[in-house]
């Protein structure tokens, strides 16, 4: 149980484009969920918190237009990234938790984004 | 505030020997999850073991186990046995037990295992 499915798992795409990554829990309801982006060799540094039905809350220094976060429902968040310029390719990992699962997060796939 | 401190960027051990992978932290907290995640070259999060700050029983997971110091604010992973398959990124973590906390990453450890 508790799994999280991230589409989609890599992406090339030209700059000034946008793209979308899906993250949906498959078999549980979640009522938050959290983008991470992840540099080679690094640490995961937390982007945004989601929350079903309300605005995302950005960490500082993340901005909000071009990292567009939606939490429509209880089982799919959605990030954009808007104008995508090379300095955006990186690896996204979306994580959710759910109501009465202990403290863990669960984690998708990740999605490696490449601009060119 | 959560902060999660890794010290060790990198670390080898041969196979069958034991190792132990260090991780201090602090937080405002207070009441709070500890948690160890492996990431191998797929990169899926992969949770190795959990504890429950509250609880003064350090958690242990077949090979893996911690040495939980609340008062000194350490949480150390030791890995028995270490197989060819443990080699990975395994991050230490925190997160706060009130409402939608997120998830506080250490920077990371690196482990090899030699045949």
């Known amino acids: 149980g508790a799994v999280v499915s991230q589409h989609p798992s890599w992406v090339i795409c030209k700059s000034g484009t946008s793209v979308k990554i899906e993250c949906r829990s498959l078999d549980f309801q979640a009522t938050t969920m959290f983008w991470y982006r992840q540099f080679p060799k690094q640490s995961l540094m937390l982007m945004a918190t989601s929350n079903e039905g309300s605005k995302a809350t950005y960490e500082q220094g993340v901005e909000k237009d071009k990292f567009l976060i939606n939490h429509a429902s209880l089982t799919l968040s959605t990030l954009t990234v808007t104008s995508a310029h090379p300095e955006d390719s990186s690896f996204y990992i979306c994580?959710?938790?759910?109501?009465?699962?202990?403290?863990?997060?669960?984690f998708g796939e990740g999605s490696r984004l490449t601009v060119l | 505030a959560q902060t999660v401190t890794q010290s060790q960027p990198e670390m080898s051990v041969q196979e069958a020997e034991t190792v132990t992978l260090s991780c201090t932290y602090d937080?405002?907290?207070?009441?709070?999850?500890l948690f160890w995640y492996k990431q191998p070259p797929s990169r899926q999060m992969i949770l190795v073991i959990r504890?429950?700050?509250?609880?003064?029983q350090n958690a242990t997971e077949n090979r893996f186990s911690v040495n939980f110091q609340k008062a000194a604010k350490s949480f150390s992973l030791k890995i028995s046995d270490s197989q060819l398959g443990d080699a990975a990124m395994y991050f230490c973590?925190?997160?706060?037990?009130?409402?939608?906390?997120?998830?506080?990453f250490g920077q990371g450890t690196r482990l090899t295992i030699n045949p």
């Open positions: 973590a925190s997160r706060g037990i009130q409402g939608a906390q997120k998830l506080v």
């Open positions: 937080t405002s907290e207070s009441d709070y999850y």
């Open positions: 504890q429950e700050a509250y609880k003064q």
């Open positions: 994580s959710a938790s759910g109501t009465g699962i202990s403290g863990e997060l669960f």
